[in-house]
C-alpha cells in the first residue's frame, strides 16, 4: 500500500509539471498552436496512462482477479491526494 502513496505522489507531481508548462506555453508561444496542442494531447494521453497502468501491472503480476479490485483501490488512492 506504501508504494500506492508513493506512486501517486509522483503522479501529481507529473501532472503539476505539465499544468506548470501548458500555461508557460500558452503565454510564450501564442502563435504556436501545433507545439501547444501536442503538448496538451501528450498530456491527456501521459495522465490517462498513469492511471490505468498501474491496476493493469499489478493484474498481470498477480492474476486476473486482482485486476478489478487493484483499479478501484487506485481510484481511491488517487482520490485522497487530489482531493
Known amino acids: ?3 500506492f502513496f508513493l506512486l501517486s505522489e509522483k503522479f501529481y507531481k507529473f501532472i503539476e509539471w505539465e499544468w506548470n508548462t501548458l500555461k508557460n506555453l500558452r503565454r ?3 502563435k504556436n498552436f ?8 501528450f498530456s491527456l494521453l501521459s495522465i490517462l496512462f ?3 497502468s498501474p ?6 503480476l498477480f492474476g486476473e482477479g486482482l485486476k478489478f ?3 478501484f483501490i487506485w481510484i481511491w488512492i488517487l482520490n485522497l491526494k487530489f482531493f
Open 1 to 3: 500500500m506504501k508504494y
Open 28 to 30: 510564450t508561444k501564442r
Open 34 to 41: 501545433f507545439l501547444r496542442g501536442s503538448f496538451a494531447l
Open 50 to 52: 498513469v492511471i490505468f
Open 55 to 60: 491496476p493493469f501491472a499489478f493484474g498481470l
Open 69 to 71: 479490485s487493484t483499479f
